[in-house]
Nanobody, 119 residues
Framework: QVQLVESGGGSVKPGGSLRLSCAAS????????MNWYRQAPGKERELVAG???????NYADSVKGRFGISRDNAKNTVHLQMNSLKPEDTAVYYC?????????????WGQGTQVTVSS
């Protein structure tokens, strides 16, 4: 059981920045890979960034160099720093916790937070 609560979404102008946060509870946070996904209207949900239990990160090509994912195991939180935002970044952003052991053991999602980038 993992509960995830996102915060930090909002509206910004192109070129602006936002910092999303995800607070986790209900399990041992350090054992879970953490991811940020997003879904825009009319599009499928896509992986934006991920960070493993060991701290390795990966990013979608569209956000490389602009977004940064980090985790603080002591505080059971994961963050997504979003810089140089573009209108195409507009979407609902979801925090995801996923655990593997001979396959996916668990897969949990937050409620999502809206990010809108417009002039």
């Amino acid at each position: 059981q993992v509960q995830l609560v996102e915060s930090g979404g909002g509206s910004v102008k192109p070129g602006g920045s936002l910092r999303l946060s995800c607070a986790a509870s209900g399990s041992i946070f350090s054992l879970w890979d953490m991811n940020w996904y997003r879904q825009a209207p009319g599009k499928e949900r896509e992986l934006v960034a991920g960070i493993t239990t060991r701290g390795s990160t990966n990013y979608a090509d569209s956000v490389k160099g602009r977004f940064g994912i980090s985790r603080d195991n002591a505080k059971n939180t994961v963050h997504l720093q979003m810089n140089s935002l573009k209108p195409e970044d507009t979407a609902v952003y979801y925090c995801n916790a996923r655990r593997f052991r001979l396959g996916v053991v668990g897969d949990y999602w937050g409620q999502g937070t809206q990010v809108t980038v417009s002039s």
